[in-house]
């Protein structure tokens, strides 16, 4: 299927935090890869266009995971008895040795671009190693599976198991260049490459300076992480005493918004004067909520950062999170915002389905431009799910049934179609 064409059925979208526009027996239209709204009949101008008619099956844009690690997949759902610290020293570092084993990695990535080109996720923010050449491996699957990503070549030049530390700024940074170089030679079209310093404990003053220096070099968005645990916000302290926060250990070598497209994972312990940084430089949070039960972190304050404005939206953290389903996501941000409102702060009522669908769609994909929306001018990312695997005795709106298919994860069995820049790729 080319890239101008409409879809029919029941088309659903959130334009706005909190506002599920749905209509029933819509039509949504793709020109050239870019959507021209939703309709009740096709217009005049559209007439030439080619109609796919999806029955009773719900149309919704496609999800965007701001951040996920691809490596870890492998151990998904497993070792999740430990908090961060130590799980990435008895769990996740060991897995992320194997990746200087090429056909390992090619193996593990294989199976990890599948699952993601199967699932309602059509764009995604990912770590890979350390290793440059394993990370253009999986650049390669990720370009072949036709989900659009930014994927990073991590980088660490202290305080991780020797076999993963780069020896020294320069070297980490000499093979952070080879690989961006091999990547624009590539020619992908899909996939790009980010900077990826892993977090400020793995990464020396010298090696940031560097990776802010090629950010400014090649024009590149930034990720990482950022307040994740008590131990490692208290251990990111002890390295950078001259730092006025967190955030301000990135800040500090250009690594954390402003002239740089930066998404910095997790937030739950961003002190006031960190969050309105963030919300000066105009960082997006990528909110994790299953890694962050899974490894004892804590909750975002996700309702806080909606109201304040932040660029914010979800990310599945394989491995701390156990699930690759941006629909668990979509629930899991719900279900912890509950918590966080009965626990910690009676005043930030719970996320509504409406605004996590939003989160997970327009609020993450803005970090990809104009994304995660039906509005006339974004880009037309979409899928199409069929939900008669779940069949109901009484009558379901289409709004009810929705939301039944992201608490039943139908995701993992139920998309039928998916479109990547209206590209059909399912």
Known sequence: MNASFALKGNVCHTPAPG???????????????????????????F???????????LILPGLVDLHTHAPQYAFCGTGMDYELMDWLYKVAFPEEIRYADAAYAEKAYG????????????RAVIFGTMHADATLTLMDLMEQCGVASLVGKVNMDRYAPAELTEPGAEQAAADTRRFIESCLKRGYVRTGPIVTP????????ALMEKLGEIRREYDLPVQSHLSENPDEVAFVGELAPEAAFYGDAYDRFGLFGGDSRTVMAHCVYSTPEEVQ?????????????????????????ARRYLEKGLHMGLGTDVSGGSSISMFRAVTDAI??????WRYIDRDAKPLTFPEALYLATKGGGSFFGSIGSFEDGFVFDAIVLDDAAEPSPRPLSAADRLERAFYRELDRTGITMKFVDGIKVI
Not at 277 to 301: E, F, K, Q, T, Y
Not at 335 to 340: G, I
């Open 47 to 57: 007439a030439h266009l080619e109609v796919v008619d999806c029955g009773d099956r």
């Open 277 to 301: 940084r963030m919300l000066d430089n105009g960082v997006w949070v990528a909110h994790c909520p299953s890694s962050n039960m899974n490894i004892a972190s804590g909750i975002a304050p």
């Open 19 to 45: 506002r599920l526009e749905i209509r029933e027996r819509g039509i949504v239209v793709c020109e050239d890869g870019v959507c021209r709204g939703v309709f009740d009949a096709v217009p005049e101008r």
């Open 111 to 122: 199976i990890f671009a599948q699952k993601l080109k199967e699932g309602a996720t059509t």
């Open 335 to 340: 279900q912890v915002s509950k918590m966080y």
């Open 198 to 205: 892993r977090f400020v404990p793995s990464c020396t003053d």
